[in-house]
């Protein structure tokens, strides 16, 4: 089960908004931006040691990079 970091001020409406973070217990992290509840900019995805960087555009990812180490 992933574990929802997000203050109670970043949210509008009921909706996500402002920056949060998600984490599992295997370690693996989400951080991104919310805008109405849709994901929007970068975000960072941190999984078995490996970062990967998306792009978000109205909820909708237009780029996905992982990055070595």
Do not use: A, H
Not at 24 to 45: A, H, I, M, T, Y
């Amino acid at each position: 089960m992933c574990k929802n970091i997000m203050n109670q001020k970043q949210y509008k409406n009921d909706m996500k908004n402002g920056e949060g973070l998600f984490k599992w217990p295997d370690g693996c992290r989400f951080q991104s931006n919310w805008v109405d509840g849709k994901l929007q900019g970068e975000s960072k995805l941190i999984e078995n040691g490996i970062m990967t960087i998306g792009e978000w555009l109205n909820n909708k990812c237009v780029k996905w990079e992982q990055l070595n180490n």
